[in-house]
């Protein structure tokens, strides 16, 4: 009691050390627990899609790079439309309102390849194609042009020459290739210039014609260095003329029965003196 007589305050009893020991022991599992179990592992786990690429630590233009990946881009997208454009044919129409099923013209079997019968509408398998290069090999459009001498124009005309666009095999950011199917060129070159043989007739008349430009060309180029060169000459022995004084040096005295006159010539620039005699 106090002095005043009242009752002083009782201190509460101290909590055993085991109790502490538990409370201490759930406060930390709930922290691990809020902030997440750390497993030991012999590897460290990247998430790709939250990095960002550094380019090495290299400055690089973020400009060409965006530019870059827009090319890339657009080349991907043309080559899914033009994948887009293969799907296999399941039935032809023969043009009586019937469907038959599509077979290859050279064994009539159903497997068939069908990028050739959706761009070039040929129906031919893998296995004939191969076996038939002189028939079903690809031509450029160079090779179009050289050897078939069909024109530009005709060349990019879808409806007369059906043709398979590739990407450029040097550089992808190039135009596509442009390649045609062998017999559709031949069937196409024959029918322009008549036949077969009016076409080679044809070719070796513009070979000739450019043989012959070209050693006018060469005749002309030759002329000219001839030109350059008996100017360069001149000038070398006028100089030369200018330099010093030339004192001619004659030879013996030649007499001409013919004329009766005298030739004398000079040793050292071929000039020639004549004196009569009388």
Known sequence: MDAEGRLAPVAPPAEPIQAQQRNGATAAAKRREAVGTIVQSSYIEYDFSKMKDSKAGFMVDEATGDAQQEDRAAQLQRLRDEAKRYDPPLALDDGSGTTKQARCFECNTVELDFQFFNVFKARVCHTCKNKLPDKYSLLTKTECKQDYLLTDPELRDVELMPHLLKP??????YSSMMLYLRYQVEEFAYKKWGSPE?????????????????????????KELRKRTRVAKFSKSASRRLEAKHEHVFGAEVEDPTTGMTVRTCAECGLESEELVM
């Open 198 to 222: 009016k076409l080679d007739e044809e070719f070796e008349r513009r070979t000739e014609e450019k043989k012959v430009k070209k050693d006018k060309a060469f005749e002309l180029k030759l």
């Open 168 to 173: 450029n095999p040097h550089n992808t950011t």
